[in-house]
């Protein structure tokens, strides 16, 4: 199993940029699709972005595609969200979420999860 931790974040004023990192460690990154969600209070958690084991395979949600970029360093074991043009409706909680890549899983679940990393933009 992977453990996945979050960092970055933070408060950023509209129209600003940050980047969100997301370390893996337990088991080989590159054998798991990588993915970004976040929850604004009182909303559901919604998609942001994902990846795919390779890095070959890419998706943004409409909210974010244009502004948004997800990435990975399997070398690293981390995988990346650079967050540009903010706005205040990006304000939420992010996280990083991980499932057996395609040709390894049985489920299309994100079923491993991070704790989470607050994302705050001042207008």
């Known amino acids: 199993q992977v453990q996945l931790v979050e960092s970055g974040g933070g408060l950023v004023q509209a129209g600003g940029s940050t980047r969100l990192s997301c370390a893996a460690s337990?088991?080989?990154?590159?054998?798991?699709?990588m993915g970004w969600f976040r929850q604004a209070p009182g909303q559901e958690r919604e998609v942001v972005a994902s990846?795919?084991?390779?890095?070959?395979?890419?998706y943004v949600s409409d909210p974010v595609k244009g502004r948004f970029t997800i990435s990975r360093n399997n070398a690293r074991n981390t995988a990346f969200l650079q967050m540009n043009s903010l706005k205040a409706e990006d304000t939420a909680v992010y996280y990083c979420?991980?499932?057996?890549?395609?040709?390894?899983?049985?489920?299309?679940?994100?079923?491993?999860w991070g704790q989470g990393t607050q994302v705050t933009v001042s207008s």
């Open positions: 979420a991980a499932r057996p890549a395609v040709h390894l899983r049985t489920s299309a679940e994100w079923t491993i």
């Open positions: 337990g088991r080989t990154a590159s054998n798991y699709d």
């Open positions: 990846i795919s084991w390779s890095g070959a395979a890419t």
